[in-house]
């Protein structure tokens, strides 16, 4: 869900019973597989609900929201009755699999090819996970984050067991 304007992003909503994978990247554009409220300009990105038993994210594959100008991110909500599991990044890439709601600052030629700010003044959301298991593993990445003048969100974890392993 992506606004490019000044309206917002919609809301974005999964509800799958047994498990949800977001893997991988796109071969060519090089850009993450992912489940993801976004804001290019001035309208806000808006939430992002992930219901289910199971969450997997792996090979550098993406899941949260984020802006990269004036207009705010989402928050985002996990509930996975089971686990939650982040591993690694994708072969070949710099980028790790994720979990995030952010205000980043864009790279150069994008910032020239949207018209985007040098650095971003949109707020970044919350990031609330719910769940019996959480596993982050091999340099994956779970993060509320502001790389701009804005607020970043904040960051809760409900879980019996949180697990780090390897970066």
């Known amino acids: 869900s992506t606004s490019f304007g000044s309206g917002q992003a919609g809301t ?9 994978e977001i893997a991988g990247k796109n071969s060519i554009t090089l850009s993450p597989s ?14 992002t609900f992930i219901n289910t038993s199971r969450l997997v994210i792996r090979d550098g594959g993406a899941l949260g929201s984020v802006t990269v100008a004036t207009g705010s991110s989402g928050s985002v909500t996990i509930n996975a009755s089971k686990s939650v599991d982040i591993q690694g990044g994708a072969a070949g890439s710099i980028l790790p699999s994720s979990i995030f709601s952010s205000a980043l600052i864009a790279d150069p030629a994008t910032q020239a090819a949207l018209g985007l700010p ?13 769940t019996p298991s959480l596993r982050i593993t091999d340099g994956a990445l779970l993060t509320v984050k502001n790389d701009g003048t804005g607020k970043a969100g904040d960051l809760l974890l409900n879980a019996n067991s949180i697990f780090l392993d390897n970066q």
């Open 12 to 20: 974005l909503r999964v509800n799958a019973q047994d498990l949800i």
């Open 34 to 47: 992912a489940l993801a409220s976004v804001t290019i300009n001035s309208g806000n990105a808006q939430d």
């Open 118 to 130: 040098a650095i971003p003044t949109g707020n970044g959301g919350s990031l609330t996970i719910n």
